[in-house]
């Protein structure tokens, strides 16, 4: 006789659960020819319904978004029972179709042929994982693995399928309205931000909320002699019991480990830690002797006090002012509040107030800024450090391995030579963004002479000499590029070297003769193609003609220089 473990390979996976729901996200292609192509999987998530959970109706109708001739997203919430969803999910790809409800299957859109790419298991199957939460509880450094906002004891499983090219408005970098809409409406249905997520377009997540337990909460209770109780409390699912279950407790003081206790979960769920002391801050794993870790949650300091303010709005003024210093300028308009304070509170008391306590903290905290000013390349050059910014900016170029790409609206003849022969590759692929307000005329007169046009060095042709003598010495790729229209004009100045960009608050003629700033980009990706789009608008310096101005000539009359009327 089969058992029912080879019957049903995912009975240990649907113990406790009965239904399941399936949030199914596809990209219906346009109507080309006679035949449609088939549906292309965008996103699917399957959610095990925990015990007490209700069943959720499905939509009179998919949830529909046309982008004209690109085709559209429709969006379906589909119930099966939690056997049948787990066995979908585990679908090859090149047999995947959309998936048949419990009940009331629609045939024009039920059971279909669906498109995938190759889906790959993170983690391997069948084991299932935990998202690792930071310990910073702004999640300023890492954001979770997982792109669900929903808290609770679950476990995932992900398939990430192959890259694969998409209709344009599912361009994740596209500034498109079709693009906004498109996210937004995804965003709303299948609660996912795939901007911020793209890894999971075309692919699938499991979550399986864990059978037992249905919440964790901790708190700490401090006592009159000093001591303190740190409770931990596990809420059990409607109708299910804690067995199997242990907590492992951390805690920690300003980055140093004091405590590592494992502990089994008693069945009415209260496990109670006694400290001599106050708990500064407290961690926990929780895991299930078959089922595995169920909840990571790390080290961290508990509330203790809070600060109230309350500010009186007591007048409200409008500001009209012009947007730009434009005689015609159109006029912006804003709305700004006079306040005054009317209350202020502290609640609770602070664990530590002492003087060495807040030199831990301002120490930590400057030591968090230093790193960041250090990954980053935070650097400062004062008034008299020329030669030392002249060296920064060659070390960068020194060490470029594929490209380099500079935007400086006054980059002109001299930075050839101050810069470029610092370049040691010749595989190196070189693009320059100047502007037209790099080429102005040198007036290079001699005392008692006339200043005619064969006086006057045009900066343009002393750019296209100094290129040829690097390209006489150095085979590199390059091409420069002038902005000179409305479509590529900009202001701030930038080098980006294989990818990564800096933002310089000088150009490149006068960094380290003024003071100035120069940082790098943490995601200096996104500014280089922008930077891009503004090159490609640009004109090749080849291409470009310098507007010639009236030459000047010495006036016998005044001893000051006047126009040449002719």
């Not at 961290?300 to 500010?311: A, E, H, P, S, V």
Request: charged letters at 25%; proline letters at 6%.
């Amino acid at each position: 006789m089969e058992s029912n473990e080879s019957s049903n390979p995912y009975s240990k996976l649907t113990d406790g659960f009965e239904h399941a729901v399936v949030h199914v996200a596809v990209v219906v292609p346009p109507r080309s020819t006679s035949e449609r192509p088939p549906l292309r999987l965008l996103f699917a998530s399957v959610w095990l319904l925990a015990s007490g959970r209700q069943v959720p109706l499905r939509p009179a109708k998919p949830y529909f978004k046309k982008f004209k001739e690109e085709g559209a997203i429709a969006v379906d919430r589909i119930v099966m029972t939690a056997e049948e969803a787990i066995r979908w999910y585990r679908t090859a790809s090149d047999e995947l179709g959309t998936p048949i409800p419990l009940r009331d299957a629609r045939k024009d859109s039920d059971g279909v042929p669906l498109s995938a790419g190759k889906l790959s298991d993170f983690p391997t199957w069948p084991v299932l994982g935990v998202p690792l939460e930071s310990d910073d509880i702004t999640l300023k450094s890492e954001r979770p693995s997982i792109p669900f906002r929903n808290l609770g004891i679950i476990r995932y499983s992900r398939r990430i399928s192959d890259s694969q090219e998409w209709p344009s408005f599912l361009d994740q970098n596209g500034q498109s309205k079709h693009c906004q809409e498109a996210f937004k409406f995804l965003e709303h249905h299948m609660h996912v931000d795939f901007r911020e997520y793209p890894e999971y377009i075309g692919g699938m997540a499991l979550a399986v909320p864990d059978c037992d337990v249905h919440s964790v909460r901790q708190f700490v209770d401090p006592k009159e002699d000093g001591s303190e109780a740190l409770y931990i409390h596990l809420k059990p699912h409607p109708g299910r019991k804690l067995k199997g279950l242990s907590l492992t407790s951390m805690e920690g003081q300003e980055g140093i480990l004091t405590s590592f206790d494992t502990v089994p979960v008693p069945e009415d769920g209260l496990v109670v830690i006694e400290r001599p002391s106050s708990i500064h801050g407290s961690g926990l794993i929780l895991t299930h002797t078959e089922r595995g870790v169920l909840l990571q949650t790390p080290m961290r300091q508990f509330l203790r006090q809070m600060n109230t303010r309350i500010d009186v709005v007591e007048q409200r003024i409008k500001v009209s002012v012009p947007e730009t210093d434009k005689k015609k300028s159109a006029v912006d308009e804003y709305v700004t509040n006079k306040k005054t304070l009317a209350s202020s509170q502290t609640l609770g008391k602070a664990p530590n107030t002492t003087n060495a306590f807040q030199r831990l903290l301002d120490a930590k905290n400057e030591r968090l800024l230093n790193h960041s000013a250090k990954v980053y390349e935070q650097t400062w050059f004062t008034a008299d450090q020329r030669k030392e910014a002249l060296e920064h900016i060659r070390k960068k170029f020194k060490h470029a391995h594929s490209s380099i790409f500079i935007a400086d609206p006054y980059f002109s003849a001299n930075q050839i030579l101050q810069y470029l022969f610092a370049i040691e590759r010749d595989e190196i692929k070189i693009q320059i963004l100047t502007s037209s307000s790099a080429f102005k005329q040198i007036n290079e007169a001699t005392t008692g002479t006339e200043i005619d046009s064969e006086t006057t060095q045009d900066t343009h042709q002393k750019l296209l000499e100094n290129l040829a003598i690097f390209q006489g010495s150095h085979k590199n790729n390059i091409e420069i590029k002038v902005a000179n229209a409305e479509n590529s004009l900009f202001h701030d100045r930038f080098i980006a070297i294989d990818g990564r960009v800096w933002m310089i608050g000088s150009s490149l003629n006068s960094i380290g003769i003024r003071p100035t700033l120069t940082m790098r980009i943490p995601h200096g990706e996104k500014i280089l193609d922008h930077l891009l789009r503004l090159y490609n608008n640009a004109l090749p310096l080849e291409d470009f003609k310098v507007p010639r101005k009236a030459l000047k000539k010495p006036c016998v009359h005044c001893g000051r220089d006047v126009k040449d009327a002719k």
